[in-house]
C-alpha cells in the first residue's frame, strides 16, 4: 500500500473525519504537507465546527477517483492531531499557500499575490490541523458514482472511515436507509451514531458542495435525523452573480471567525 502522506501529498480533494461531543463529522478539505505531516488548513469560516475537534484524534481520507493520482487507490489514516491557529497567516504563507494554490483555483485568484493577499487578507488566517502519527492505515474502494459516499462512525481508536453507497438517499427524518460497502465485505456496525457525507465541486471549484446524512446507525441501516443535499451529477462552474454572492458569503465568513478568535486568543492573554 501506498503511503497516505504519499497519496495526500498529490491528490486534489480529501475528507477530514472527527468525532465532535455531538457525534461524527466530515468535511472535505484540500490536502496539504505541512513539515512532512498530512495537514489542512480550514479558513476561518470554519472556526465553530473546527472547534467540535475536542479529542485530538481524526481520520484523513483520500477517497474521491477524480481526486487520486494515477495508479493510486483510496486510502485512510487515523491518528492524533493538533490544532492551531495561524491568526497572522505566516505559517500558511510560507509553508501552505504554493500547495493549495496549485489544487484550489479560488485559493489562486484570492492569494497567489501579494495585491490579492491584501485585499482578501481574510483568506489567509487558518486553522491548521495537522497528523501527527498516522497510528492506523488502510485501504479504502475509490468512490466513481454520485452515490458512493463516505461513513464516519465511532471506532475503538478514534473515528472509523468506511465508503459505502445506497440504492437510494431519502432526507425525510425517520427514513431508514440500508448501507452497503463498496468492497463487498458486511457492514456490521454496533448501534451508536453515523454520519455519513459526501462532496462534488465544479471544474473550477467556483461550486464545492457537501451533502449528509446523519442519524442512528445499527448494523448496516442508519435511521434519518438529520440531513442536507444529497448526490449529484457533475456540477456546473456559477455564473458571474452567483461567483460574486459566493464570494461576499465567504469573505464574512472568515472575518467574523477571525473576529472571534482573536477575541478569545485577547481574553486568555488578560
Request: charged share 25%.
Amino acid at each position: 500500500m501506498t503511503s497516505i502522506i504519499t497519496i495526500w501529498d498529490r491528490s486534489v480533494t480529501a475528507e477530514l473525519s472527527w468525532l465532535s461531543p455531538a457525534g461524527p463529522v466530515g468535511v472535505p478539505v484540500v490536502p496539504l504537507v505541512l513539515d512532512g505531516h498530512p495537514c489542512v488548513a480550514l479558513p476561518f469560516a470554519h472556526l465553530a465546527l473546527a472547534d467540535t475537534l475536542t479529542d485530538g484524534r481524526a481520520a484523513l481520507s483520500v477517497t474521491d477517483a477524480r481526486a487520486l493520482p494515477t495508479g493510486s487507490a483510496a486510502a485512510t489514516a487515523t491518528g492524533p492531531v493538533r490544532v492551531t491557529h495561524d491568526l497572522d497567516g505566516e505559517v500558511f504563507v510560507e509553508a501552505l499557500l504554493e500547495q493549495e494554490a496549485r489544487k484550489h483555483p479560488p485559493t489562486r485568484q484570492r492569494a497567489g499575490g501579494l495585491l490579492a493577499r491584501r485585499e482578501n487578507w481574510w483568506w489567509v488566517p487558518r486553522v491548521l490541523v495537522t497528523l501527527l502519527d498516522a497510528a492506523e492505515e488502510r485501504p479504502l474502494p475509490t468512490r466513481t458514482g454520485a452515490a458512493d459516499a463516505l461513513l464516519v462512525r465511532a471506532g475503538a481508536r478514534g473515528p472509523a472511515v468506511d465508503v459505502v453507497s445506497a440504492s437510494e438517499w431519502p432526507d425525510r427524518r425517520g427514513a431508514r436507509i440500508g448501507l452497503r460497502r463498496l468492497d463487498g465485505e458486511p457492514l456490521e456496525a454496533p448501534g451508536g451514531d453515523g454520519y455519513v457525507f459526501s462532496h462534488h465541486h465544479s471544474p473550477d471549484f467556483g461550486v464545492w458542495e457537501r451533502w449528509h446524512r446523519r442519524g442512528r446507525l445499527e448494523g448496516a441501516t442508519l435511521t434519518v435525523a438529520d440531513a442536507a443535499g444529497g448526490p449529484a451529477e457533475p456540477v456546473r462552474p456559477p455564473g458571474l452573480w452567483a461567483r460574486l454572492r459566493a464570494h461576499r458569503d465567504v469573505a464574512g465568513a472568515c472575518r467574523r471567525g477571525i473576529a472571534a478568535a482573536e477575541a478569545r486568543a485577547a481574553g486568555l492573554r488578560r
